[in-house]
């Protein structure tokens, strides 16, 4: 089993930056196979959409259009930790944050952390 904590949410003005982390309880590429990490976001009533994702071998990246440009996901395998540097937020970034580990068959979830952006 691998737990996923968040933090670094919370309110900022919009053009501002916030720091998102997320620390695995294992071994990122431990026997439980976690190929890749990253971070998805939802708003109420809305699917949850993908953000951005990075390989737990190589450090190869992936982000949504949305983010591209003022996102930048980068890991620390010594510390089982991936961050989610955000910048240039705007009031449309405002939703529940969510790391997510993946290995083949499953993925796993952290509990979100809340972002605002206000206007």
């Known amino acids: 089993q691998v737990q996923l904590v968040e933090s670094g949410g919370g309110l900022v003005q919009a053009g501002g930056s916030l720091r998102l982390s997320c620390v695995a309880s294992?071994?990122?590429?431990?026997?439980?196979?976690?190929?890749?990490m990253g971070w998805y976001r939802q708003v109420p009533g809305k699917q949850r959409e993908l953000v951005a994702t990075?390989?737990?071998?190589?450090?190869?990246?992936n982000y949504a259009d949305s983010v591209k440009g003022r996102f930048t996901i980068s890991r620390d395998n010594a510390v089982n930790t991936v961050y989610l540097q955000m910048s240039g937020l705007k009031p449309e970034d405002t939703a529940v944050y969510y790391c997510?580990?993946?290995?083949?068959?499953?993925?796993?979830w952290g509990q979100g952390t809340q972002v605002t952006v206000s206007s």
């Open positions: 990075i390989t737990t071998s190589g450090g190869n990246t």
């Open positions: 294992r071994t990122m590429r431990s026997a439980f196979r976690i190929d890749s």
């Open positions: 997510y580990a993946h290995q083949p068959g499953y993925q796993y």
